[in-house]
């Protein structure tokens, strides 16, 4: 997969697919940057080569339709800010205006065009729809990891018409990272697999037991696996009908010599709400009556004495419904001990990525994924459609 720096686009029309998909407020603001500052490195690379860049991306689910509240405008505002130099926005992402916007651009020249998905054409992967983007460049990058596990017209259908394409430095390192922990990994290789259900993460768990050295299992699917080890669990979260999975899984592990670690207590309480009152108590003893909300103080030691002794470590969902005080020692207290285990620690999903901020510890995490949905994919063992078709660029 060739990368942003191995190609030549000093002076060239360079088509650039990002994930623009913030969060905005009923008056048009957008809340989190983080998205667009994901892809700052790119973008500036490309000024400093002379490139007369364009921006391309979606926001929300249109449908094809254009919807007012799903324009990127507050994103060229927002990247005008972040780059202190002006950032036109064109109000159509093919056709004339988008045509007659690039033919004005000098080097060095960064626009953003509209919504991609105000088109039907790009989630439909339609072949046309990505013949009239590549109309606007020389070459093709694509930054955007967080929709690479879905075919579109703007990161899989175009790598065929156009001659030139790469992958942007975002990119680059979400698969390079990936693949330092799940592929070559230095070892013990702990995987940390959280969130409210076993149904979300069914595949992921499955591939996991083939690849780590231990798995931690926290947050409300853990009551799916205690009650399969035939634990009363009270009224805590729980799918039946993945109980069966849960004990193949745990079984499986051991053929595998796969360590398995649920909690062995839990902070309970008759509501998920701010003000309840909490108990701990051992996971054998939770009140019919209540509910299990975070790992209790014994769980977090035995977690945190698990991620000390990794040398790699990989973490999707929470320990607990952290949103709320009360519930949020667990989450909190990993991610200290992941941030200072020394190891080379990698965090996907947006829960996880919230916890370790509120934490204070995101910068002594190695690594922390911007897609959700594509992280989780690579962890089943997926292969990545936008990547695949990077690497087959020009047909």
């Not at 000024?47 to 990127?72: F, N, W």
């Not at 405008?73 to 159509?92: G, N």
């Not at 998920?272 to 209540?290: R, S």
Request: charged share 25%.
């Amino acid at each position: 997969m060739n990368s942003i720096d191995k190609v030549d686009i000093a002076g060239k029309k360079v088509l650039m697919r990002v994930d623009f998909n913030v969060p905005v407020d009923a008056n048009g603001n957008i809340t989190d940057t983080t998205r667009i500052k994901a892809h700052l490195r790119s973008i500036g690379y490309c000024m400093e080569k002379g490139a007369k860049l364009v921006l391309i991306s979606h926001m929300g689910r249109p449908k094809g339709q254009r919807v007012d509240k799903l324009t990127l405008r507050p994103c060229a505002v927002a990247l005008s800010d972040l780059l202190k130099k002006e950032v036109p926005f064109v109000d159509d992402c093919v056709g004339e205006k988008a045509q007659a916007a690039v033919a004005s651009m000098k080097p060095g020249d960064v626009i953003l065009l509209e919504n991609l998905r105000f088109h039907i054409g790009d989630e439909k992967n339609d072949p046309a729809f990505a013949a009239e983007l590549a109309k606007l460049c020389d070459v093709y990058i694509d930054d955007a990891f967080a929709v690479s596990h879905r075919k579109a017209a703007s990161n899989s259908a175009i790598t065929q018409a156009v001659k030139t394409c790469a992958a942007g430095f975002l990119l680059k390192d979400e698969i390079d990272y990936f693949n330092k922990a799940m592929k070559d990994p230095a070892r013990p290789l702990v995987a940390i697999i959280g969130g409210a259900k076993v149904s979300d993460k069914i595949g992921v768990l499955e591939n996991l037991v083939d690849t780590v050295n231990m798995l931690i299992i926290g947050g409300g699917m853990a009551f799916t696996f205690l009650k399969a080890r035939g634990l009363e669990i009270g009224r805590s979260i729980c799918e039946n009908d993945m109980l069966d999975k849960a004990k193949s899984i745990m079984e499986k592990a051991g053929t595998k010599n796969v360590k398995i670690l649920l909690p062995v207590d839990c902070v309970v309480a008759d509501k998920a709400e701010a003000g309840a009152a909490t108990n701990v108590v051992p996971v054998e003893k939770i009140p019919q009556d209540a509910l299990g909300l975070d790992i209790g103080p014994d769980t977090a030691k035995l977690f945190g004495d698990a991620v000390k002794e990794a040398k790699t470590i990989v973490w999707n969902g929470p320990m607990g419904m952290f949103e709320i005080d009360a519930f949020s020692k667990g989450t909190f207290g990993l991610a200290k001990d992941v941030a200072g285990s020394g190891a080379l620690s990698i965090i996907g999903g947006g829960d996880t990525d919230s916890a370790v901020h509120k934490a204070g510890v995101s910068d002594r995490i190695s690594y922390i994924s911007t897609g959700g949905g594509a992280f989780l994919e690579l962890l089943e063992g997926k292969t990545m459609p936008a990547v695949e078709a990077l690497e087959s660029c020009g047909g």
